[in-house]
């Protein structure tokens, strides 16, 4: 099992910026590639970036420019960092752990809200 917990986020005006964070524990040497997902009220989760154990990244064409995924030290924490934020941009955002053997694991969620 691979366990994950989200930090970071809060609430930030419309121009700001915010990184979050995600730490993965467990087995984490199983994991193929992490990412960070968001579910705005009412609206299906979406995706937001991915990066694989190889360090490539890709990106949701909305948010291309804008926020940037990456991983730490020790690579089983994860960043998102988000500029330019705005209103919209307000959910929940989740980080996901993909493993070799095709599970996915999801953390419980950290809320940004952004004013404007």
């Known amino acids: 099992q691979v366990q994950l917990v989200e930090s970071g986020g809060g609430l930030v005006q419309a121009g700001g910026s915010l990184r979050l964070s995600c730490a993965a524990s467990g087995r984490t040497f199983n994991i193929a590639a992490m990412g960070w997902y968001r579910q705005a009220p009412g609206k299906e989760r979406e995706w937001v970036a991915s990066?694989?154990?190889?360090?490539?990244?890709e990106y949701a064409d909305s948010f291309k420019g804008r926020f940037t995924i990456s991983r730490g030290n020790p690579k089983t924490t994860l960043y998102l960092q988000m500029n330019s934020l705005r209103p919209e941009d307000t959910a929940v955002y989740y980080c996901?752990?993909?493993?070799?053997?095709?599970?996915?694991?999801w953390g419980q969620g950290t809320q940004v809200t952004v004013a404007s």
């Open positions: 996901k752990a993909g493993t070799v053997y095709r599970t996915d694991h």
């Open positions: 990066i694989r154990t190889s360090g490539s990244a």
